[in-house]
C-alpha cells in the first residue's frame, strides 16, 4: 500500500498528524473501555474507495526522513535476561538491567529488537 491506513479513528487521527498526506479511513472510535464500529459492509465500501484514491496518490508525500544514526536502549525487569541480549553483536550492558544498540541502519536495530522479542 503506498499511503493508507485503516482502523481506529484516533490512530488514523495520529497517523495524519505524523503524515499529512495519508489517505485515511475510520471504521471506529474508541470510547473508554468500548468501541463504536460502523457496519461491515460500509467499512469494507469505504476502505476499498480510500485505498483506490491513495493508489492513485503520490508516494513521495508520504516518505519519512530517516536520521543517519539509530540509538535504541532497552530496560529489563531480571537483568540475567539484559547480561543475555548484551552478546547481541553490536550491544552493550549500560547498567545491570539496561542493554543499549546503536546503528546506521534501521534493519540492524530492527533486527536487534526481534531478536529481543523473539527472546521473551
Given at each position: 500500500?503506498?499511503?493508507?491506513?485503516?482502523?481506529?479513528?484516533?490512530?488514523?487521527?495520529?497517523?495524519?498528524?505524523?503524515?499529512?498526506?495519508?489517505?485515511?479511513?475510520?471504521?471506529?472510535?474508541?470510547?473508554?473501555?468500548?468501541?463504536?464500529?460502523?457496519h461491515p459492509a460500509l467499512a469494507v465500501e469505504r476502505?476499498?474507495?480510500?485505498?483506490?484514491?491513495?493508489?492513485?496518490?503520490?508516494?513521495?508525500?508520504?516518505?519519512?526522513?530517516?536520521?543517519?544514526?539509530?540509538?535504541?536502549?532497552?530496560?529489563?525487569?531480571?537483568?540475567?535476561?539484559?547480561?543475555?541480549?548484551?552478546?547481541?553483536?553490536?550491544?552493550?550492558?549500560?547498567?545491570?538491567?539496561?542493554?543499549?544498540?546503536?546503528?546506521?541502519?534501521?534493519?540492524?536495530?530492527?533486527?536487534?529488537?526481534?531478536?529481543?522479542?523473539?527472546?521473551?
Open positions: 500500500m503506498k499511503d493508507f491506513i485503516s482502523g481506529d479513528a484516533g490512530s488514523c487521527q495520529d497517523a495524519m498528524a505524523f503524515l499529512p498526506g495519508l489517505t485515511t479511513v475510520a471504521v471506529m472510535e474508541g470510547m473508554g473501555e468500548a468501541t463504536s464500529s460502523i476502505i476499498r474507495s480510500g485505498v483506490e484514491m491513495a493508489l492513485k496518490g503520490d508516494v513521495a508525500r508520504c516518505r519519512v526522513p530517516m536520521p543517519q544514526h539509530f540509538a535504541t536502549e532497552v530496560r529489563f525487569r531480571i537483568h540475567a535476561n539484559a547480561r543475555q541480549a548484551s552478546y547481541f553483536p553490536g550491544a552493550r550492558l549500560a547498567e545491570p538491567h539496561v542493554v543499549q544498540f546503536e546503528a546506521d541502519d534501521y534493519f540492524d536495530v530492527r533486527h536487534f529488537d526481534d531478536e529481543l522479542i523473539e527472546r521473551g
